[in-house]
């Protein structure tokens, strides 16, 4: 029994924070929030690539962009929710 508790105790560690945030009376997901953070922070970074060097290719759109907006959401993700 005692094992019963111990394995019980530290597979529900992780269940004493709900992910959701409150925003105008309905819950978002942290997610949620972390991926439109993450679009405008893409965004913003786009412009000021383009701003500063419009000349230099920073390697093909296709795979530059959905990088950059995969590492803003899970960092503002990490930062915010973890």
Not at 24 to 33: E, N, R
Not at 50 to 61: E, I, L, M, S, T
Request: hydrophobic share 55%.
């Amino acid at each position: 029994m005692k094992r019963l508790t111990f394995f019980a105790a530290l597979f529900l560690t992780g269940c004493n924070r709900n992910p959701n945030v409150e925003i105008v009376g309905s819950y978002f997901p942290g997610w949620m929030i972390s991926l439109v953070i993450g679009v405008v922070l893409t965004m913003l970074t786009h412009l000021l690539i383009r701003k500063r060097y419009p000349a230099q290719d920073f390697g093909h759109p296709a795979l530059l962009y959905p990088a950059l907006l995969t590492l803003f959401t899970c960092l503002l993700w990490l930062l915010l929710f973890a």
